[in-house]
Structure formats: C-alpha cells, structure tokens
T-cell receptor, first 113, second 115 residues
Framework: DGGITQSPKYLFRKEGQNVTLSCEQNLNHDAMYWYRQDPGQGLRLIYYSQIVNDFQKGDIAEGYSVSREKKESFPLTVTSAQKNPTAFYLCASSPRTPSTEAFFGQGTRLTVV | AQSVTQLGSHVSVSEGALVLLRCNYS??????LFWYVQYPNQGLQLLLK??????LVKGINGFEAEFKKSETSFHLTKPSAHMSDAAEYFCAVSDFNQAGTALIFGKGTTLSVSS
C-alpha cells in the first residue's frame, strides 16, 4: 500500500540530546513537509522540501534540521537548541502543484524527560 | 503570505444536529482551500478541497463546504451530526511562492457530539 510511514510513534528524549524522527513515503511525491502540532496552536510548518537535495525553512525552523538525500526520505532532527521540543510531529508529502492536497503520516509524539 | 482563521476553537452539537465549522481565508489571489479531520493521536485525513472548479464542494462522510469569495469564507457543514464525527478539524490554504508550496493551517476546531 502506498503511504507515508513515520517512526517511531512515541519517542522519549533526555534534555540536551539530539533525536531524529524518520519519515518515508512511497507515493512518488516530489514535495515533503514537517509540521509541529501543539494543543490550540494548529499545525505549524517547520521545514519543507520540493526536490531532492533542497529544502526551505518554515515558520518555526529554529532548533531543527533536515536532509533530503533521497526522494522517499525526509528525516527531521530535533536538536538540543530547540527550547521546547515536546510535541506531536507530522510528516506529509504531495506532488508539486498548489491545488493538490498533502498526505500525512500517523505522527510521532516526542516527549522530553 | 496566505493565512486562514478558524472561528471557534470548540463546537458542541447534539447527534442529528447541523454541524457548522467556520473558516475565513486571507489571500490576494484565488486560493486553494482544504478541510482536514484528525482523530486523537493520528495523522490528518482530507475531507474535501476547493480548487476553483465549483463553489460548493462535497467531501467524504457527508461533509460539504461552500467557497464564498465575497465573504472570503470556506465554511464546513454537515446536515446531521453523528457521534463518529467527534474529532478535530483543520482548514488549510495552499501557500505558494518562489521557494515552493506548502499548506498553511488554521488553529483547528474541536467538534464534540453528544447523544
């Protein structure tokens, strides 16, 4: 089945540690996205990538980093510079046309302990 | 930049009642608009989208939305609520520029349905 796979579903991190969230898609989509979700805040865009080896900062990129070495993969690293990393993280992908919807993974819930 | 505003963070209805979730957009060009639904601890699922083909858009699970340019609105409705409609709903607009395209989301509306 085609879709987007995020792993792990739950992740616990100690303060000061970097952690990488995985996102893989087999929909053959050019564009991929990372969103952060907090209660009452909606989804806020962290990073997005339209093609391999290229990505753009979203509204809240500070404390995060990404790479796009393969079309299928768009991992997100939450660094120790991110002041409040506890949140629900959603990955999405879409074709590169504005009229086309994004398809979402099931999310990763990151908790800093 | 494009933006959307969802009026009402929480809407409560009785089973069988009309559902109305409000969304207003800010756009200087004809927008592409979307409604998504999210159940607890899951990803987002597309309900419907407006891409200028028709102003009244029908989606899944009996939902529909009407694009009103004069009011810059794209409100989501369902004639009769079901218990399974209880979820969080997000309105989104497609924001495109030289760097590419991304969906910009509203803050969401939680729909509660009581029996």
């Amino acid at each position: 089945d085609g879709g987007i796979t995020q792993s792990p579903k739950y992740l616990f991190r100690k303060e000061g540690q970097n952690v990488t969230l995985s996102c893989e898609q087999n929909l053959n989509h050019d564009a991929m996205y990372w969103y952060r979700q907090d209660p009452g805040q909606g989804l806020r865009l962290i990073y997005y990538s339209q093609i391999v080896n290229d990505f753009q900062k979203g509204d809240i990129a500070e404390g995060y980093s990404v790479s796009r070495e393969k079309k299928e993969s768009f991992p997100l690293t939450v660094t120790s510079a991110q002041k409040n990393p506890t949140a629900f993280y959603l990955c999405a992908s879409s074709p590169r046309t504005p009229s086309t919807e994004a398809f979402f993974g099931q999310g990763t819930r990151l908790t800093v302990v | 930049a494009q933006s959307v505003t969802q009026l009402g963070s929480h809407v409560s209805v009785s089973e069988g009642a009309l559902v109305l979730l409000r969304c207003n957009y800010s756009s200087s060009v004809p927008p592409y608009l979307f409604w998504y639904v999210q159940y607890p601890n899951q990803g987002l699922q597309l309900l419907l989208k407006y891409t200028s083909a028709a102003t009244l858009v029908k989606g899944i699970n009996g939902f529909e939305a009407e694009f009103k340019k004069s009011e810059t609105s794209f409100h989501l409705t369902k004639p009769s609520a079901h218990m399974s409609d209880a979820a969080e709903y997000f309105c989104a607009v497609s924001d495109f520029n030289q760097a590419g395209t991304a969906l910009i989301f509203g803050k969401g509306t939680t729909l509660s349905v009581s029996s």
